[in-house]
């Protein structure tokens, strides 16, 4: 959890909110693709849309939750500060 915080502040530290956003779409379509999956299939296994996953991964929507985050992680048994780093 400390982790997750410390990657948090480093985030903020960049003073920019649109990057975060940026970062954590492009995480997510790139550890879905890794898994193997569809964004139909993740839609399902998420119980969303696939309009939300699609909105998410292109960047058209800035107001997922900490939730949808924590189900993602969840969802591909992955930790969820790997959303959060930088490759």
Known sequence: MIMLFECWCNMFDRNNENYIYELVSKNMKRIRKEKGLTQEQLAEKMSYST???S?????????????????????????????????
């Open 51 to 53: 309009q939300f996953i």
């Open 55 to 87: 909105n998410i991964e292109s960047k058209n929507h800035q107001t997922f939750s900490l939730g949808t985050l924590w189900r993602f992680a969840l969802v591909l048994d992955i930790d969820i500060k790997d959303l959060f780093t930088e490759e």
